[in-house]
Each structure stands twice: as structure tokens, then as C-alpha cells.
């Protein structure tokens, strides 16, 4: 069965820090992007971040560059998105998924996601 389990959020105070896992199974893992939205109480799921290991360079909305990096582990099956300086409005239910590419991470139609995890919450308190 094909799996994407993320761990790691919880409440951090503005200013902090948090990292969050997506580990993958029953999958392929260097043969997709995994993406990492967030959708916060009353809007819509957003993608945030986004990497594929077959190309170089990263993906990131506007709203967290600089801040966000994210990593991805082939041997562990396992990718990252260490989140720093922290903002109240970065709280949100935090999402990975894998896709086909990186191209769409900021479309609105979610539909070329292949596979959604379960989500893990995180609170930024001011």
C-alpha cells in the first residue's frame, strides 16, 4: 500500500522552529516530487513547497521563502521541510504528497497530487 505519514508539528511560539517528516512507503520515492501544501482554518489547501530529487532546485510560494527549506532522503524514504521564523499565519494542518513533477505547486486544482498523507497540525502562537 502506498503511504506518506508526516510527523512533527505541534505548538511553537513565533519566531521558532519546526521540522517536519514525510516518511514514504510502498512507493517509489525518487521517482516522484513530494509536495508539501498547508491549509489553515477556513481556506483552502495551498502548496507551500515542493522538491524533486531528479532536478536541483527546490520550489517555494513567495510566502515562505526564506524561512522554509525543504530536504528529502532517498535512503531513509524520508522527506523534510525545517520551517524557522515562524509566524501565526503559518499555522495550518501541514499536508505532503507526491506528484508527478513540481510544475503545479501553486495551482489551485489539486488533482495531479497521486498520493496525500494524513496531515499533522501546527500552531504558531504569538
Known amino acids: 500500500e502506498m503511504q506518506l505519514a508526516e510527523s512533527g508539528g505541534g505548538l511553537v511560539q513565533a519566531g521558532g522552529s519546526l521540522r517536519l517528516s514525510c516518511a514514504a512507503s510502498?512507493?517509489?520515492?525518487?521517482?516522484?516530487?513530494i509536495v508539501w501544501f498547508r491549509q489553515a482554518p477556513g481556506k483552502k489547501r495551498e502548496g507551500v513547497s515542493c522538491?524533486?530529487?531528479?532536478?536541483?532546485?527546490?520550489s517555494y510560494v513567495d510566502s515562505v521563502k526564506g524561512r522554509f527549506t525543504v530536504s528529502s532522503d532517498n535512503a531513509k524514504n524520508t522527506a523534510y521541510l525545517q520551517m524557522d521564523s515562524l509566524k501565526p499565519e503559518d499555522t495550518a494542518v501541514y499536508y505532503c504528497?507526491?506528484?508527478?513533477?513540481?510544475?503545479?505547486?501553486?495551482?489551485?486544482?489539486?488533482?495531479?497530487?497521486?498520493?496525500w498523507g494524513q496531515g499533522t497540525p501546527v500552531t504558531v502562537s504569538s
Open positions: 522538491i524533486d530529487s531528479r532536478f536541483d532546485e527546490p
Open positions: 504528497a507526491a506528484a508527478g513533477d513540481c510544475r503545479l505547486l501553486q495551482a489551485d486544482d489539486t488533482s495531479y497530487v497521486e498520493i
Open positions: 510502498g512507493i517509489t520515492f525518487d521517482a516522484y516530487a
